[in-house]
């Protein structure tokens, strides 16, 4: 499986010089999927250096693991969600790595991470894994495979209006409603059982008038599916956080996302991190004690290239931004 892992790592350069990698530090990729970015970390960070890799899809690991065999560096790839940071450091780099006071003594931790959310575009291509509305296949949609709770159970268990619920915030479809009772209303028929079904039963909800313009009219809906199936904003809002607490001083964390929901999520944790303070906006001096404890990076986030657009189209909506710790 692994050969067919094939990954065109987004802003590839942006995020190389964002993390300001230094050789021999201890790096994590979060997402490693087909180990583009993690190869990069690789071969600055050099032989003295440690990369820590972390992924649910056993083949994205596997395949990563092909990729990295010739960088000479130390390299741990992990099964986990990259969420789970903490406990991995924890239980590879020993207990200083996940001990909260030791993180921020600043005693423990990594000097930099990598954070490329979403599905990748293996995941998207394979036909097998129900991610895609190009590919009729059974509703699956699961990044980690080991998991029981797919895209079947939220299709065909759902009531109503948790299904709308889901669809109109996650997938941000306006037709969400229609989108919910239509599923509802098929489904008593019979159990929906894959992609292609729900595509005709999307297309059916959406008025012809909508269907004409913009993208596919599946695309929010499986978007707002798989976020679900695999709690993907939940995980990216730990994330943030606990990513900044296990920075060592000057270590750099790069998060790369690809919708409005991930960006602001990104956008309003460095914020949070950036402007502690919690008293009261009328207060002429802070009393609460919260200082800063990271720095921008980047600005504005950073978007790719023209040149990058026209090798890789799916970095159109890429986004990344970037802190550093103090």
């Given at each position: 499986m ?10 590839f ?5 964002a ?8 790096y994590v990729?979060?997402?490693?999927g087909?180990?583009?970015h ?5 071969e600055?960070i ?5 990369l820590i ?5 056993q ?5 990563a693991?092909?990729?990295?065999k ?6 741990i790839l992990?099964k986990?969600?990259y969420s789970q940071?903490?406990e991995?450091?924890?239980d590879t780099?020993?207990?200083?790595g996940?001990?909260s006071?030791?993180i ?13 959310v979403?599905v990748?575009?293996?995941?998207l291509?394979?036909?097998n ?10 509703l ?21 209006g948790?299904?709308?619920?889901i669809?109109k915030e996650y ?14 209303d ?7 059982e ?5 595509v005709?039963?999307?297309?059916a909800?959406?008025?012809a ?5 913009g993208?596919h ?9 798989r976020?679900?199936?695999?709690d993907?904003l939940?995980e990216l809002k730990?994330?943030?956080?606990d990513y ?6 000057g270590g750099?964390?790069c998060?790369?996302?690809?919708h409005s ?8 944790a460095f ?6 303070c919690?008293?009261?906006?009328d207060l002429?001096?802070?009393v609460c004690?919260?200082k800063?404890?990271?720095r921008?990076?980047?600005g504005?986030p950073?978007?790719?290239?023209e040149?990058?657009l026209?090798?890789?189209p799916r970095s159109?909506?890429?986004?990344m ?6």
């Amino acid at each position: 499986m692994a050969s067919s892992f094939e990954h065109t790592p987004v802003l590839f350069e942006e995020c190389m010089d964002a993390l300001d990698i230094k050789p021999g530090g201890t790096y994590v990729d979060g997402t490693l999927g087909g180990g583009g970015h993690a190869s990069g970390i690789a071969e600055r960070i050099g032989p003295n250096g440690t990369l820590i890799g972390i992924d649910r899809d056993q083949e994205a690991l596997d395949a990563a693991a092909e990729v990295l065999k010739g960088y000479p560096c130390r390299k741990i790839l992990i099964k986990a969600r990259y969420s789970q940071i903490k406990e991995v450091l924890r239980d590879t780099l020993g207990a200083t790595g996940a001990e909260s006071t030791d993180i921020k003594a600043g005693t423990a931790g990594i000097d930099g991470a990598l954070l490329d959310v979403g599905v990748s575009s293996h995941q998207l291509d394979s036909p097998n894994r129900g991610f895609s509305y190009q590919h009729d296949t059974p509703l699956d949609m699961r990044m980690d495979r080991d998991a029981s709770f797919t895209a079947w159970d939220v299709v065909n268990t759902y009531d109503e209006g948790e299904l709308a619920r889901i669809i109109k915030e996650y997938g941000e479809e306006r037709w969400a409603k229609r989108i919910a009772a239509f599923v509802k209303d098929k489904r008593k028929e019979a159990p929906i059982e894959t992609t292609g079904q729900l595509v005709d039963i999307i297309k059916a909800a959406i008025p012809a008038s909508a269907r004409r313009e913009g993208p596919h009219p599946a695309k929010r809906t499986f978007q707002a599916i798989r976020i679900e199936v695999n709690d993907e904003l939940g995980e990216l809002k730990k994330a943030c956080d606990d990513y900044c607490d296990v920075l060592r001083p000057g270590g750099r964390l790069c998060i790369i996302t690809f919708h409005s929901l991930e960006d602001r999520i990104v956008k309003e944790a460095f914020a949070t991190r950036l402007d502690p303070c919690i008293c009261p906006k009328d207060l002429p001096v802070c009393v609460c004690g919260r200082k800063p404890d990271v720095r921008k990076v980047t600005g504005k986030p950073v978007t790719a290239s023209e040149e990058e657009l026209n090798i890789n189209p799916r970095s159109r909506s890429a986004k990344m931004r970037a802190i550093e710790k103090l």
